[in-house]
């Protein structure tokens, strides 16, 4: 007697049976938002082919053509698509540069706040006890704090040890550092919950009775199951790790005006808008929220398909 | 009770004793006292000998406790800047934001326990749609940008012409989706009414509220559409629930059931989260501030950070880590107090 086993499907066979395909075919705001996101992501790091001017470059850049409107508004440039700024650089060019110093802020920081919001997540849930207790107070106190106002006393504190100069010269680096340490806590505390779901699983039992060392059993046994809901918050803490750069950016605590991100684009504009020139204020701030926003509905869309009882907001 | 009270006073005891531990932290690492108070010209032995009469080469311990004791006694030291004491400057600037946070946060309970129960019942409606799109909208955008937004639109006003002018309804149409500005988006105005010690109060006149409008609206705005999201989920939940249907069978009127019955413990989550967000509010204030001049804390805050005033800094945190601190001990002592279920003494279950 031969018994045969079916074939194990591979990646792509499983994924293109999923329930996740599936369900995205059938939801047109999922598939318009995917579109939109990538559209931006791809824009924005095509910028130095994309764009018709480097705002970073000093000799492009012409004083006596700054403040000029948008093209639909009279007297506008139409080498100039969406109106230049104060600087006289092209705003267009300016936004998918800003664009994307923001998605590689809001990309680090969330990289480095899975990390460290994953592993103690893995240590509080498992371990338990002490260190649960230690682990789970410290996020407790951090979130009683709210991310932003964490961040922007990170910031000032940053800021205030390394001088404007050096501040503006690492402005990336710190602020994902900023912004990760400010957020972690929200990965923690989801990475736990599942953990404790999962430890008392009859799998980690064997694999515990196995011989396995505490480290292997965390990272290769139990964090594959909880993949779904960091999965899930992931897209929205991209979402607000790209607000929190545009809200530090405009406060003066994240990029110069020299290396501008959204959030700074926004904030030099708005010395300009009292004087009637919108735009320079105005379009980077719509990019913004759009970016956001998509991020946010398809965060939403991945909620309700992957884990629909992980939020209730 | 007494016991679960002890334990989180002990608990707010302990989280304030961290937070002066990080600011003395930060007062000892940023600055050099010395410089700010003499300047370039005296030199070196005069500074040591001033060194050690200020205390400056104790231990770190040594130090520390005596912060501690100062800040006990609300006693900060002076401000750079200002040149007094920072307690004062701090006094000076509170009234502005906690009435700041009071509007906004008059605006966030007044709207969102409505739509939010409006929305629970009638999930299907056009009009709930529309607001549960509208919120997820109103997360997405930062609260600075709707301000600049909303000064834009009210303060300094649009002109949109699409419509051919020469025919009448074109002219209407026009005038309909401009606006005229004029809202004032700047400081709190000139007409402020005297209350006491510090406290000068937007409230009492017409012309000195206005002032407060834009603001409000902008600091509610960015809670609003998570407060309507909260209390929509937590109310379905609550609708679907077994007493809700048993309510129903005896017959008792809708109305009743939703306002009396259901609303109750749909609002026991909302209290824990909107304690948790009074911090952001704060956080958020800073921002709003910053929009609108709004001569608060939050400014003050900024203000600080640019002059490198490191004393007006740290009494900034710890008084801002106080008003967290207390108002997320008051809203668990609610919590247990309307909530039986919570086990006061024993562990959280």
């Not at chain 1, 049976?17 to 705001?29: G, I, T």
């Not at chain 1, 970016?291 to 939020?311: E, K, S, T």
């Not at chain 2, 209290?271 to 958020?284: D, E, K, P, R, S």
Request: glycine share 8%.
């Amino acid at each position: 007697m031969t018994t045969t086993t079916p074939p194990v499907p591979s990646h792509w066979a499983r994924f293109r049976d999923s329930y996740l395909l599936y369900s995205f075919k059938r939801d047109l705001v999922a598939q318009t938002c995917l579109l939109v996101f990538v559209s931006m992501v791809a824009a924005a790091f095509l910028a130095p082919w994309l764009a018709p001017m480097n705002p970073y470059d000093l000799a492009q850049i012409d004083i006596l053509s700054s403040e000029l409107p948008p093209f639909w508004i009279a007297g506008s440039d139409p080498s100039y698509l969406l109106g230049t700024d104060a600087q006289g650089r092209d705003l267009l060019s300016t936004i998918l540069y800003g664009a994307r110093v923001s998605l590689i802020i809001g990309f680090g920081a969330v990289i480095l706040q899975a990390l460290i919001g994953i592993s103690f997540g893995l240590l509080a849930g498992y371990l338990g006890g002490r260190v649960d207790a230690f682990l789970m107070r410290l996020a407790d106190i951090q979130l009683s704090f709210s991310t932003l106002m964490v961040a922007i006393i990170v910031g000032a504190v940053f800021k205030a040890t390394f001088g404007g100069e050096t501040f503006s010269e690492y402005a990336v680096v710190l602020l994902v550092l900023i912004i990760g340490l400010a957020e972690w806590p929200q990965y923690a505390r989801t990475v736990r919950a599942s953990v404790l779901a999962e430890r008392s699983k009859e799998y980690v039992d064997a694999a515990r009775v196995m011989g396995f060392r505490a480290k292997r059993i965390m990272f290769r046994h139990i964090l594959p199951n909880t993949l779904s809901p960091i999965f899930v918050i992931s897209t929205v803490q991209v979402a607000n790790a790209i607000i929190s750069e545009a809200a530090l950016s405009f406060l003066g605590l994240g990029m110069p005006e020299t290396q501008p991100s959204l959030g700074s684009l926004i904030k030099s504009g708005f010395d300009y808008i009292q004087s009637g020139s919108w735009w320079i204020t105005l379009i980077p701030g719509t990019v913004l929220v759009v970016l956001v926003l998509v991020i946010n509905l398809l965060g939403d869309w991945l909620r309700d398909v992957m884990n629909p009882r992980l939020y209730k907001g | 009770m007494i016991a679960f009270l002890i334990k989180r006073l002990f608990h707010a005891l302990l989280v304030m004793f961290i937070i002066s531990v990080i600011s003395f932290a930060i007062q000892d690492n940023l600055g050099d006292p010395i410089q700010q108070m003499v300047g370039q010209s005296v030199p070196e032995s005069e500074r040591a000998t001033l060194r050690e009469e200020l205390g400056l080469n104790d231990p770190f311990l040594v130090q520390y406790l005596r912060f501690a004791k100062n800040a006990l006694q609300f006693d900060f030291g002076y401000s750079y800047f200002f040149n007094e004491p920072t307690t004062e400057v701090i006094l000076r600037h509170l009234p502005a934001t906690l009435e700041l946070v009071a509007a906004a946060t008059f605006l966030i309970v007044t709207l969102s326990v409505p739509i939010g129960v409006y929305s629970a019942i009638k999930p299907r409606s056009p009009l709930s749609r529309l607001f549960m799109g509208v919120s997820i909208v109103g997360i997405s955008i930062p609260v600075f940008l709707t301000a600049i937004v909303l000064i834009q639109i009210f303060s300094i006003g649009i002109s949109i012409t699409p419509f051919p002018e020469d025919i009448g309804w074109g002219s209407w149409l026009n005038g309909l989706l401009s606006t005229e500005g004029g809202m004032p988006a700047y400081g709190r105005g000139n007409d402020l009414t005297h209350v006491f010690g510090t406290w000068y109060t937007n409230y009492a006149s017409w012309d000195s509220l206005v002032y407060l409008v834009l603001p409000a609206i902008s600091l509610a705005s960015i809670m609003l559409p998570l407060f309507i999201r909260l209390i929509r989920a937590e109310m379905l939940e609550v609708l679907q629930s077994d007493y809700v249907k048993f309510a129903k069978a005896k017959g008792i009127s809708m109305r009743r059931i939703y306002f009396l019955h259901a609303l109750k413990n749909t609002m026991l989550p909302v209290i824990t989260v909107g304690g948790v967000q009074i911090g952001t509010l704060v956080a958020f204030t800073i921002l709003t501030e910053t929009v609108f001049q709004w001569p608060g804390m939050g400014l003050m805050f900024l203000d600080a950070i640019e002059r490198s005033d490191i004393p007006l800094i740290i009494t900034y945190l710890m008084v801002v880590g106080l008003i967290f601190v207390i108002t997320n001990t008051l809203v668990d002592l609610i919590y247990g107090l309307v909530n039986p279920t919570v086990k006061l003494t024993g562990k959280p279950a």
